[in-house]
């Protein structure tokens, strides 16, 4: 059942993960007991289905549990106390608690590189997340250099399209995109999508995540065709994925953004008014470190009418 509700969750099916992840942990806490290693990892899977819904004070919550119990009864540096501390780093760059993430991401990355080795998948993985959390505080150039080795050594050891590898693409594309380097955010990009849609098939929200973050480069690099083109796609896997996420109504402000470049402003502008109000209603769920999305909705806004000649309602939405 742990691994049902996990394939729900990567599916984007987040309420029947939710419903799953819940029975499954009435069961475990009865049957075993609530420090038993089986109900610590049920526990696990309701954070991350929480932390996938945007609750992430409720997702932190649980992972401090589960991090106290593992200390006590395995010691710091055990293995699955190092998950733990992990996935609880991940929660707090969520929330913007980048220092907190970096200083405990820091410490597993050097007891896995200690206990395991500097190419360990587990190392390997924590020092992609480290890599995020520096991209996530503006630390662009620190960022670049720690992904660079993390992908190389990725694609060593676990190969091209392994799902840590395509992590690291995704996160080394964004810090390329921050950067100012279109040209090499588009390829890793242009790569990862293709991968995506190998490994995971066309609709998945991995593939979806992908179709966005390609469709956003282009329209950002005023290619708005081809940027039309992958964000209707990826607004239809969101539609019949997750319809209510703070990510669909992205994707909606997105490719009204595509359509206004084009000069299709009656078409644009009721997905970028309705883009912006989704991710306002749905502020509390967005990550901290993907927050200016809504800052660039708003401002989508106001370039439509501007280019439309209806400087009052530029002002207005100014």
Request: with cysteine.
């Amino acid at each position: 059942m742990n691994g049902l509700s996990l394939t729900y969750a990567n599916q984007g099916k987040l309420a029947q993960a939710e419903s799953l992840s819940r029975s499954l942990l009435d069961v475990q806490r009865r049957v075993m007991g609530e420090t038993h290693p089986a109900t610590l990892a049920a526990i696990n899977n309701l954070s991350l289905v929480r932390w996938r819904q945007g609750r992430f004070a409720d997702a932190e919550s649980l992972q401090v549990g589960i991090l106290e119990t593992r200390r006590r009864d395995l010691g710091e540096e055990h293995p699955d106390t190092l998950t733990s501390r992990q996935n609880l780093a991940r929660v707090f760059r969520s929330q913007g608690r980048f220092g907190e993430a970096d200083a405990m991401l820091s410490g597993v990355v050097s007891a896995r590189q200690r206990l395991l080795g500097a190419d360990n998948p587990s190392t390997l993985s924590a020092m992609n997340e480290l890599g995020a959390v520096y991209r996530s505080r503006g630390d662009y150039a620190k960022a670049e250099t720690l992904l660079t080795q993390t992908l190389e050594a990725l694609r060593r050891v676990s190969g091209k399209e392994d799902a840590q590898t395509l992590a690291a693409v995704e996160n080394l594309a964004e810090v390329h995109r921050l950067q100012g380097k279109p040209a090499e955010a588009v390829a890793l990009l242009t790569s990862l999508l293709e991968s995506r849609r190998r490994t995971a098939g066309e609709e998945s929200p991995l593939t979806t995540s992908a179709l966005t973050a390609l469709g956003r480069l282009h329209v950002e690099q005023r290619k708005f065709i081809e940027g039309e083109t992958l964000l209707r796609a990826a607004l239809k896997n969101h539609d019949n994925l997750a319809p209510d996420s703070w990510r669909r109504f992205q994707c909606q402000s997105l490719l009204g953004a595509s359509l206004a470049g084009q000069g299709r402003y009656a078409d644009a502008e009721p997905l970028l008014l309705s883009g912006y109000r989704g991710m306002r209603q749905r502020e509390s769920t967005i990550p901290a470190e993907d927050r200016s999305a809504l800052g660039s909705a708003k401002r989508s806004i106001v370039q439509l009418y501007v280019a439309w000649r209806k400087p009052e309602k530029a002002t207005a939405w100014r």
